[in-house]
């Protein structure tokens, strides 16, 4: 079946660094979204992007909707201990509602 | 209210017990969504409710029911689970079902394990 392939799967960064991650598909999307997921909880929406080319920010969050409609990269500015925590891109390969995930990226930020 | 509620928190049961997990939103979404999610892994979509209607079932074993008595509530009902079917499970909802509202808020999810 499809999948989006995310990068890269884990990171381990110092206190202040910024971070930067990307997600590919095979196909089109018309929309990516960026969610984070603390442990034991569901994921929270962070980012949604709509436009080809469209750079969205929320706080030291930047999401970016690529040219080709097929890839999306999630930057985060002057990390923090509370960005720890997996990131996961998603997108819809169809009408359906239905949404599919990528593998996530875990990140660990040492204080 | 922009929350989606999901009770219980944790679940232990066992493969002959019958139990249900509910899932609620007060957003006045029409799409509401079971996924499972085991460790490190992402969510996999389980069923679509479009409009209190079954619109997707990924292929889920019948020992998962569904029900979806409004626009508000949302069950999944197990019955005889199997103990690889311990995950969590989470409950999410957006506008609609369809390309216009591809948006899905989750809730924090039912911690489900199977003995």
């Known amino acids: 079946g499809q999948q989006l392939n995310q990068s890269p799967q884990s990171m381990f960064i110092q206190e202040g660094e910024d971070v930067s991650m990307n997600c590919t598909s095979s196909?089109?999307?018309?929309?990516w979204l960026w969610y984070k997921q603390d442990p034991g909880e569901g994921p929270v929406l962070l980012i949604a992007?709509?436009?080809?080319?469209e750079l969205t920010s929320n706080g030291r969050l930047t999401a970016q909707f690529g040219i080709t409609r097929k890839d999306s990269f999630l930057n985060i500015s002057a990390s923090i201990p509370s960005d720890v925590g997996i990131y996961f891109c998603?997108?819809?390969?169809?009408?359906?509602?239905?949404?599919?995930f990528g593998q996530g990226t875990t990140l660990q930020v040492k204080p | 209210d922009t929350e989606v509620t999901q009770t219980p928190k944790h679940l232990v049961m066992g493969m002959t017990n019958k139990k249900s997990l509910k899932c609620e939103q007060h957003?006045?979404?029409?799409?509401m969504y079971w996924y499972k999610q085991k460790a490190k892994k992402p969510p996999e979509l389980m069923f679509v409710?479009?409009?209190?209607?079954?619109?997707i079932n990924e292929s889920v074993p019948s020992r998962f029911s569904p029900e979806c008595p409004n626009s508000s509530l949302l069950n999944l009902h197990l019955h005889a689970l199997q103990p690889e079917d311990s995950a969590l499970y989470l409950c999410?909802?957006?506008?609609?079902?369809?390309?216009?509202?591809?948006?899905?808020?989750f809730g924090p999810g039912t911690r489900l394990t199977v003995l």
């Open positions: 196909s089109i999307f018309n929309t």
């Open positions: 992007l709509y436009k080809a080319g």
């Open positions: 957003m006045g979404h029409r799409a």
């Open positions: 409710y479009s409009y209190e209607k079954l619109s």
């Open positions: 999410a909802s957006s506008k609609g079902a369809s390309s216009s509202y591809n948006e899905q808020f």
């Open positions: 998603a997108g819809p390969p169809g009408n359906t509602g239905k949404l599919i």
